[in-house]
């Protein structure tokens, strides 16, 4: 069965510095893998999606993460930290042809003016 | 278009009570999914509705807890009795259904068991 971990509940950046959020996915057939964000007292919102059409993968917010077959990862970064960058972030996984969507435990970002 | 409409926001209640939870999924989504969200498990998937027929619901923690989809725009999900450990966020989203599509979620419905 496909999962999704992710390394490090919780993650402090400085404003203006590189985040770096950590998802390795697990799965036995050519996964899509999403990350998403949840803020305060919200649902959760799709940041960014990967389809096997490109292993870089552009979202919204200045986010992006890279597929890496070979190291089973699927990162999401961004090069400058905002304050409103502050929320939890979920990486998922779905397998293809299937709905059902699994979630990894969530990291929580903390942006330090 | 309005989003998917959970109701209530928050729903606080004594332990044995039945809770019931509502949800609109967007107009011409196919799948409806419903989410638990604790601190200590994260997200788990509770069940998952496809063209308003259940398709997995292995998620779901016991008998205590059902969930029905009526019509394509309107799912509940049902807690009788309620217990303290049933305290968390429940989500619900919905999908177009095509397959590999991101999902949609409502606010959550915040519930407290006491």
């Known amino acids: 069965a496909q999962s999704v971990t992710q390394l490090g509940s919780h993650v402090s950046v400085s404003e203006g510095a590189l985040v770096l959020l950590r998802c390795n996915y697990s799965s036995s057939v050519p996964p899509y893998l999403f990350w998403y964000v949840q803020y305060p007292n919200q649902g959760l919102q799709l940041l960014l999606k990967?389809?096997?059409?490109?292993?870089l993968v552009k979202g919204i917010n200045g986010f992006e993460a890279e597929f890496k077959k070979s190291e089973t990862s699927f990162h999401l970064t961004k090069p400058s930290a905002h304050m409103s960058d502050a929320a939890e972030y979920f990486c998922a996984v779905i397998q293809g042809g299937y709905q059902k969507v699994t979630f990894g435990i969530g990291t929580k970002l903390q942006v330090i003016p | 278009d309005a989003g998917v409409i959970q109701s209530p926001r928050h729903e606080v209640t004594e332990m044995g009570q039945e809770v019931t939870l509502r949800c609109k999924p967007i107009s011409g989504h196919n799948s409806l999914f419903w989410y638990r969200q604790t601190m200590m498990r994260g997200l788990e998937l509770l069940i998952y509705?496809?063209?308003?027929?259940?398709?997995?619901d292995s998620g779901m923690p016991e008998d205590r807890f059902s969930a029905k989809m009526p019509n394509a725009s309107f799912s509940t999900l049902k807690i009788q009795p309620s217990e303290p450990r049933d305290s968390a966020v429940y989500f619900c989203?919905?999908?177009?259904?095509?397959?590999?599509?991101?999902?949609?979620f409502g606010s959550g419905t915040q519930l407290s068991v006491l």
């Open positions: 989203a919905s999908s177009p259904g095509q397959g590999n599509e991101k999902l949609f």
């Open positions: 509705f496809n063209n308003n027929v259940p398709i997995d």
């Open positions: 990967y389809t096997s059409a490109a292993t």
